[in-house]
């Protein structure tokens, strides 16, 4: 029984990141490379420059993750690395860097699942305890998983449109805040009061799927029609208003997915897990109900290379591998 050492790499947006992990679980190094100084004035990811960033960044990034875990390449068992979803040009670099390593070393290549990979990091704090469910909303997804043990997963629901992220970031550039918009709305909403009525979208009543781009036209002419009128909006109560009408829909299909799929255990990762509003909400409403809430550290939510490594070993080791003919595939289906 011998231990398995799996190296990830994650390039799918604008972290370069590289991670060893021992036997599923034990994080040994996570080296993140973020590229957020270089979009912000941008106001978004900008692919071309996110795919250039990875070339310069990914050699020393994996270099730095086996010198920080204090192994070589010869120690390990697996590469396992990011195949999508995510921008095309940034996706490459991770698989092109990951196949190089995979044919000079002579290790299997594993091809991750981004979301199956913001699952794991849950695992990283403390093992999975199946069946359970999962809520993932970042920049650019917002999706309920149900995985009724390691290395399986059902979609229960998913955005139509904008992510809960990018509906955050959307209504910051609104209101002038700096990108990405998130914290800065999460720090409004505390000075201010959720007195504004803005809609939920629901869709219909048996539906785990979101919506989220009504949200951001309704609080767009909201304040369009308060300027017509000579009137001021309260920008702390708009954010306010704003994030209970986001947290409100994200909380309730996340119990009504935990119930319908009879599971103790929910999981709640990428980078809109930070937003305080969702955690107290989540928080108070799983301890309500006797649901096992799982949030990871901060660090583990937003995009990291130890999740795809997490991940990446539970195929490795129902020998899942990939050939050299993996490819990155920006609409991944889990
Ligand atoms: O997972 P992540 O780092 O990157 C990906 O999109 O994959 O998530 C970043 C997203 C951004 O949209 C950011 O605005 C949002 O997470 N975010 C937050 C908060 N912190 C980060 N949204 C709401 N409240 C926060 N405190
Ligand atoms: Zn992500």
Redesign the pocket.
């Known amino acids: 029984n011998e231990k398995s050492l799996v190296l990830g790499i994650e390039t ?4 370069t990141s590289a991670a060893v992990v021992q036997d599923g679980h034990i994080l040994l190094s996570n080296v993140i490379s973020s590229q957020m100084e270089v979009h912000r004035r941008f106001g978004g990811v900008v692919p071309e420059v996110a795919s250039r960033r990875h070339v310069e960044r990914i050699t020393m990034v994996i270099q730095e993750a086996l010198d920080r875990a204090e192994v070589t390449q010869e120690d390990l068992s697996a590469v396992a690395v990011t195949q999508g979803p995510g921008l095309v040009g940034a996706l490459l670099i991770g698989v092109s860097a990951a196949k190089a390593l995979s044919f000079a070393a002579g290790l299997p290549l594993v091809g991750v699942h ?1 979301i199956a990979g ?1 699952i794991y990091a849950g695992h990283l704090v403390k093992p999975l305890r199946f069946p359970l469910v999962a809520l993932v ?5 917002t999706e309920l998983i149900y995985m009724p043990s390691h290395n399986r997963f059902e979609r229960l629901g998913r955005t139509r449109d904008d ?4 509906a ?2 959307k209504v ?1 550039r609104v209101l002038e805040l700096p ?5 800065h ?3 409004l909403a505390k000075k201010g009061n959720p007195t504004l009525d803005l809609p939920r979208a629901w869709l219909e009543p048996d539906s785990l799927d979101f919506s989220f781009s009504g949200l951001k036209s309704a609080v767009i002419n909201l304040l369009h029609n308060a300027r017509q009128r000579g009137e001021s909006v309260d920008a702390a109560d708009l954010a306010a208003s704003f ?1 209970e009408s ?1 947290v409100e829909v994200l909380v309730e299909k996340a119990i009504r997915a935990v119930r319908e799929k009879d599971v103790e255990e929910l999981v709640l ?10 955690r107290n909400e989540l928080s108070r409403r799983c301890q309500q109900e006797g649901i096992r809430l799982r949030i990871p550290p901060l660090e583990l ?3 990291n290379a130890a999740m795809i490594a997490s991940a990446g070993t539970y195929r490795h080791l129902e020998r899942q591998y990939a050939g050299y003919d993996l490819n990155a595939v920006p609409n991944l289906p889990l």
């Open positions: 799918s947006c604008d972290e981004h913001h909303a970042s920049g650019g997804h992510a809960a992220g990018e955050f970031d910051a990108y990405p918009g998130g914290p709305i999460d720090r994030q986001v990762a990428g980078g809109v897990s930070a937003n305080s509003g969702l939510c937003t995009d």
